[in-house]
């Protein structure tokens, strides 16, 4: 069963903005810290951003300052806003839930920046 769906992805010029989606079961939601990772072409996966249930945030150095994470409890959503975006950050947008029992992932989205 599909239990994180990514939307929002797409094609953008350089220095413009993207809302990236997840909508979660409400058990996921509730017992799993979640996060954003993105894997370019030939490149490992790598972590953008995480929030806990609680609310706190981490970013990757590449991103800090451009990007927002953050969680709608009622909604059971989860949101990547990404401003200023760059070439560099054209890779497809996994979002992910996970605590020491669990790991799970979307499907990813496509994020394309370019002229």
């Known amino acids: 069963q599909v239990q994180l769906v990514e939307s929002g992805g797409g094609l953008v010029q350089p220095g413009g903005s993207l809302r990236l989606s997840c909508a979660a079961s409400?058990?996921?939601?509730?017992?799993?810290?979640m996060g954003w990772y993105r894997q370019a072409p030939g490149k490992e996966r790598e972590l953008v951003a995480r929030?806990?249930?609680?609310?706190?945030?981490k970013y990757a150095d590449l991103v800090k300052g451009r990007f927002t994470i953050s969680r709608d409890n009622a909604r059971n959503t989860m949101y990547l806003q990404m401003n200023s975006l760059k070439a560099e950050d054209t890779a497809v947008y996994y979002c992910?839930?996970?605590?020491?029992?669990?790991?799970?992932w979307g499907q990813g989205t496509q994020v394309t920046v370019s002229s």
């Open positions: 409400v058990t996921i939601f509730r017992f799993n810290a």
């Open positions: 929030i806990t249930i609680g609310g706190s945030t």
């Open positions: 992910n839930a996970n605590s020491p029992a669990n790991d799970y």
